[in-house]
């Protein structure tokens, strides 16, 4: 599951160094060094200390050297793409920003110039760099990012640091998936829609709460955990599955229709975790005329049932 570490707010700039967790070599030791250089800036970009940072399931793939993004930028490597904090060093050509001003960062820095971002459609930006993917991370006490006119946001006053560290990839990815793509709630009838989330880490308890402010009638909640499912029904989930891991994505899908309208399955499901079972579980939950989400990081080969997805028309989207 994520979590997130908020830090002291009395670091300083060292003219030349700083402290930074690095792995040297995929699922390798993550080590605190002292004497990292603190990277430069570009001249549309900004050097943040950072403030809060969270620790993602997208993170772990890096580690594990799953991520292409990753292996292109090379070892050794600083992970960390969920965070905030303070800017102390600003471009030449930045305009909205200034030193001392608290900010939140997307996990996403898209350009603003290629056709994806003329449509409207930055997630998927043709050039767009990535914190802990493209680029060291935030697992140091510093991160220079580009683009910084373009992709920061202020914090207000009643935002603090850790919860701003949040809306850097988990709420803005459940908000994605649920919302944007997902469309949750918009096509139902008298507004009520079912929506069943497999995974329920940082992003897929990030989904329950965005499907409860939508007002979806019915939540449920997929996971092996108990202590995740029970924070699932603290935000917002109405049903909770408890699966097991020898279960097959066709049993676990089954435990879930039992909660939908007819039995046949969820309005819209999202896999928030990313397995080959949970992926399949999901497609096989969704009820005909359906939708089906992938946020979940994939991993691994899956089987997606392609006769049930054409044969029940459900509506399989991709979310970033």
């Given at each position: 599951?994520?979590?997130?570490?908020?830090?002291?707010?009395?670091?300083?700039?060292?003219?030349?160094?700083?402290?930074?967790?690095?792995?040297?070599?995929?699922?390798?030791?993550?080590?605190?060094?002292?004497?990292?250089?603190?990277?430069?800036?570009?001249?549309?970009?900004?050097?943040?200390?950072?403030?809060?940072?969270?620790?993602?399931?997208?993170?772990?793939?890096?580690?594990?050297?799953?991520?292409?993004?990753?292996?292109?930028?090379?070892?050794?490597?600083?992970?960390?793409?969920?965070?905030?904090?303070?800017?102390?060093?600003?471009?030449?050509?930045?305009?909205?920003?200034?030193?001392?001003?608290?900010?939140?960062?997307?996990?996403?820095?898209?350009?603003?110039?290629?056709?994806?971002?003329?449509?409207?459609?930055?997630?998927?930006?043709?050039?767009?760099?990535?914190?802990?993917?493209?680029?060291?991370?935030?697992?140091?006490?510093?991160?220079?990012?580009?683009?910084?006119?373009?992709?920061?946001?202020?914090?207000?006053?009643?935002?603090?640091?850790?919860?701003?560290?949040?809306?850097?990839?988990?709420?803005?990815?459940?908000?994605?998936?649920?919302?944007?793509?997902?469309?949750?709630?918009?096509?139902?009838?008298?507004?009520?829609?079912?929506?069943?989330?497999?995974?329920?880490?940082?992003?897929?308890?990030?989904?329950?709460?965005?499907?409860?402010?939508?007002?979806?009638?019915?939540?449920?909640?997929?996971?092996?955990?108990?202590?995740?499912?029970?924070?699932?029904?603290?935000?917002?989930?109405?049903?909770?599955?408890?699966?097991?891991?020898?279960?097959?994505?066709?049993?676990?899908?089954?435990?879930?229709?039992?909660?939908?309208?007819?039995?046949?399955?969820?309005?819209?499901?999202?896999?928030?975790?990313?397995?080959?079972?949970?992926?399949?579980?999901?497609?096989?939950?969704?009820?005909?005329?359906?939708?089906?989400?992938?946020?979940?990081?994939?991993?691994?080969?899956?089987?997606?049932?392609?006769?049930?997805?054409?044969?029940?028309?459900?509506e399989f989207v991709g979310s970033h």
């Amino acid at each position: 599951h994520q979590s997130i570490k908020h830090h002291s707010s009395s670091t300083t700039i060292h003219p030349s160094i700083m402290k930074a967790a690095i792995y040297k070599e995929f699922n390798g030791t993550i080590s605190v060094k002292e004497d990292v250089p603190i990277p430069s800036i570009s001249n549309d970009g900004v050097l943040i200390q950072v403030m809060a940072t969270g620790v993602c399931r997208s993170d772990w793939h890096g580690w594990k050297g799953h991520d292409g993004d990753v292996k292109k930028a090379g070892l050794p490597f600083c992970p960390g793409h969920e965070f905030s904090g303070i800017v102390v060093r600003i471009g030449s050509s930045v305009s909205k920003f200034k030193t001392g001003d608290k900010v939140a960062v997307p996990f996403i820095l898209s350009c603003g110039r290629c056709h994806h971002c003329h449509d409207d459609r930055p997630t998927v930006c043709a050039h767009q760099e990535q914190p802990g993917f493209t680029r060291w991370g935030s697992f140091a006490e510093f991160v220079s990012i580009p683009r910084a006119d373009r992709n920061l946001c202020l914090l207000p006053p009643t935002v603090s640091f850790v919860q701003a560290a949040a809306l850097g990839c988990r709420f803005t990815t459940a908000y994605r998936a649920v919302i944007q793509q997902g469309k949750c709630c918009r096509q139902n009838k008298g507004g009520q829609q079912t929506v069943a989330v497999f995974g329920c880490g940082g992003l897929g308890l990030s989904c329950i709460l965005m499907a409860a402010s939508q007002g979806a009638t019915s939540i449920i909640a997929v996971d092996v955990s108990p202590l995740a499912l029970q924070k699932a029904r603290e935000l917002g989930a109405t049903h909770i599955v408890q699966t097991n891991r020898e279960q097959s994505s066709e049993e676990m899908a089954s435990l879930t229709k039992q909660y939908t309208r007819y039995k046949e399955g969820a309005d819209l499901t999202i896999d928030a975790a990313g397995f080959p079972t949970t992926s399949e579980a999901a497609v096989y939950a969704t009820r005909p005329s359906g939708r089906m989400v992938q946020v979940g990081l994939p991993f691994g080969a899956t089987n997606i049932p392609m006769t049930l997805v054409a044969g029940k028309e459900i509506e399989f989207v991709g979310s970033h």
